[in-house]
């Protein structure tokens, strides 16, 4: 079997990890595989699509003409020679929407040559005109036809033209004359949603969760770690993210620092524009692609918070509790899928702050031994990687026998 994954990114956040845990998974057992990415850490029988000044061609072009990824021809193009050398099995398809492919080029590639491809649904980009998420728009023009876009000018913005018809029209022919597809999605939200889209004439369409690699995301002694930050004494709320901003909270977790007392404190790890000046009860880290780093921080963390509204999985979630700390989330999208037994707690739209102080004072007074460990159990028995992995080569296979 010979396996190429298509991503944005290799080895590193969310979707890099994935596709490396999918390419170390492969070689491992025998298998022939590639990995195909514009970004991130070079990597065995890897291939980088396209380079910096056609990526910036495509964005400012889809700038300017508000469609994206119809340009990059160059890049694409040796891509397409470097599949018609390798000739694979099966494309796997993860995140693409990043400046770095032609669309047409790739997908009639795909469709001529009767490849069998599957996407995995990251976000919501596959089914709408250009929107990786819809959910706090409560925009679902996309199960009929995208246009009028209301978030015209987020993501990959378009500053003149709304082409989001033509892109949704595009995308729903070249996925709907793919022979062979398979759709997967992180949870069982999102594949619900993917039945609603043209995504639901796939052969397959199924959920397989994202992978957690509890080796390396358990409990870890923190004490040294503790001492290194002076917070020996203090219940500390973690945050993490690739870059905080308004989507997922940095706003509420500063109004949250304003209403905390002086035994509470926040971390959050990843980027940060400064112009925020953070107060002096939150303390920043650095965004790392260290695992090992981020479990120490996450077993550090008395309760994790993860403000964003939309998500597809919420992988930082489930670290969080691989290494047994209690989250707090919204009940929308696929969070609610964490919240299960003593997991952790929701938190409502508009009152959030007064409820993470409720439930800072509730873990406070009944937290337990056993409840981490519940927490442990929960994520070896959901999203475990060496199961993950073999769900996916189930796929495979069954997708290679026809």
């Keep these: 079997m010979k396996v190429l994954n298509l991503n944005t990114l290799s080895s590193i956040r969310s979707t890099g990890k994935i596709v490396d845990y999918l390419h170390e998974y492969l070689t491992r057992n025998g298998l022939e595989s590639y990995v195909a990415y514009s970004f991130g850490p070079k990597i065995r029988n890897g291939f980088i699509i396209g380079n910096p000044f056609e990526k910036k061609i495509e964005a400012l072009t889809a700038r300017i003409t508000g469609l994206q990824g119809y340009t990059c021809f160059w890049g694409t193009l040796n891509f397409i020679e470097f599949l018609k050398k390798i000739k694979p099995d099966l494309i796997h398809i993860h995140n693409i929407h990043s400046n770095f492919l032609n669309y047409p080029m790739l997908f009639k590639y795909i469709i001529k040559n009767r490849t069998p491809v599957v996407i995995t649904l990251h976000d919501c980009w596959f089914y709408t005109g250009k929107c990786t998420h819809y959910f706090t728009q409560n925009c679902y023009k996309w199960q009929s036809t995208c246009k009028k876009c209301p978030q015209l000018r987020k993501d990959i913005p378009s500053w003149f033209l709304d082409r989001t018809e033509k892109m949704f029209n595009d995308k729903k022919s070249w996925i709907s004359s793919i022979?062979?597809?398979?759709?997967?999605?992180?949870?069982?939200?999102?594949?619900?949603?993917?039945?609603?889209?043209?995504?639901?004439?796939?052969?397959?369409?199924?959920?397989?969760?994202?992978?957690?690699?509890?080796?390396?995301?358990?409990?870890?002694?923190?004490?040294?770690?503790?001492?290194?930050?002076?917070?020996?004494?203090?219940?500390?709320?973690?945050?993490?993210?690739?870059?905080?901003?308004?989507?997922?909270?940095?706003?509420?977790?500063?109004?949250?620092?304003?209403?905390?007392?002086?035994?509470?404190?926040?971390?959050?790890?990843?980027?940060?524009?400064?112009?925020?000046?953070?107060?002096?009860?939150?303390?920043?880290?650095?965004?790392?692609?260290?695992?090992?780093?981020?479990?120490?921080?996450?077993?550090?963390?008395?309760?994790?918070?993860?403000?964003?509204?939309?998500?597809?999985?919420?992988?930082?979630?489930?670290?969080?509790?691989?290494?047994?700390?209690?989250?707090?989330?919204?009940?929308?999208?696929?969070?609610?899928?964490?919240?299960?037994?003593?997991?952790?707690?929701?938190?409502?739209?508009?009152?959030?702050?007064?409820?993470?102080?409720?439930?800072?004072?509730?873990?406070?007074?009944?937290?337990?031994?056993?409840?981490?460990?519940?927490?442990?159990?929960?994520?070896?028995?959901?999203?475990?990687?060496?199961?993950?992995?073999?769900?996916?080569?189930?796929?495979?296979?069954?997708?290679?026998?026809g």
């Design 179 to 401: 022979e062979n597809l398979t759709v997967t999605g992180p949870s069982k939200w999102i594949i619900e949603e993917a039945k609603k889209s043209f995504l639901k004439n796939a052969k397959i369409i199924k959920t397989i969760y994202n992978p957690i690699d509890t080796n390396i995301f358990k409990p870890s002694d923190v004490t040294v770690l503790k001492n290194e930050l002076n917070l020996n004494d203090k219940f500390i709320i973690l945050g993490v993210a690739s870059k905080f901003n308004e989507n997922n909270g940095l706003d509420k977790f500063i109004e949250l620092s304003k209403i905390i007392d002086k035994k509470n404190i926040i971390v959050l790890i990843g980027g940060i524009d400064y112009k925020n000046i953070l107060p002096s009860n939150i303390i920043h880290i650095k965004e790392t692609h260290n695992r090992g780093e981020l479990s120490m921080y996450y077993s550090l963390a008395d309760l994790y918070v993860n403000f964003a509204k939309e998500n597809t999985f919420g992988l930082t979630t489930a670290e969080a509790l691989a290494c047994g700390t209690p989250i707090v989330v919204y009940k929308t999208t696929a969070n609610s899928e964490m919240l299960y037994d003593v997991n952790g707690f929701e938190m409502k739209v508009n009152q959030e702050l007064n409820d993470i102080i409720s439930i800072v004072e509730n873990i406070k007074k009944n937290e337990k031994e056993e409840n981490k460990q519940k927490r442990i159990d929960f994520v070896t028995k959901n999203f475990n990687k060496e199961k993950i992995m073999k769900e996916y080569i189930q796929i495979y296979n069954k997708i290679l026998k």
